[in-house]
């Protein structure tokens, strides 16, 4: 069992940055890949950011690569995710995802979910 904790959403302005932490309990955070996920209101799920147990390669939606990063500390059992020049439309709910084994991205592939943190871009 792994239970995932966020925190650090809020309300930003754009170009802002900001930095979203998700918090693992369990002990085989360090075999698993992570994720971050968000869902705006009237929209599906999408994946945001993914890092393998596999050198910690990293896998980014278009729309963020190059704005946002996932840095992962396994002796913290910790990831974050790291947003900068933030925009009105990355305003969503923000959640921490664990997938079962070292590779993953979609959601459906998600085996535990955190309960999400809201991120609001505006001015």
């Known amino acids: 069992q792994v239970k995932l904790v966020e925190s650090g959403g809020g309300l930003v302005q754009p170009g802002d940055s900001l930095r979203l932490s998700c918090v693992a309990s369990?002990?085989?955070?360090?075999?698993?890949?992570m994720g971050w996920f968000r869902e705006a209101p009237g929209k599906e799920r999408e994946s945001v950011a993914t890092?393998?147990?596999?050198?910690?390669?990293?896998t980014y939606t278009d729309s963020v690569a190059g704005r946002f990063t996932i840095p992962r500390d396994s002796a913290k059992n910790m990831v974050y995710l790291q947003m900068r020049d933030l925009r009105p439309d990355d305003s969503a709910v923000y959640y921490c995802?664990?997938?079962?084994?070292?590779?993953?991205?979609?959601?459906?592939?998600?085996?535990?979910w955190g309960q999400g943190t809201r991120v609001t871009v505006s001015f």
């Open positions: 995802a664990a997938f079962p084994g070292p590779m993953g991205q979609g959601a459906s592939e998600v085996q535990y």
């Open positions: 369990g002990r085989d955070f360090s075999s698993r890949a």
């Open positions: 890092i393998t147990r596999f050198n910690d390669d990293a």
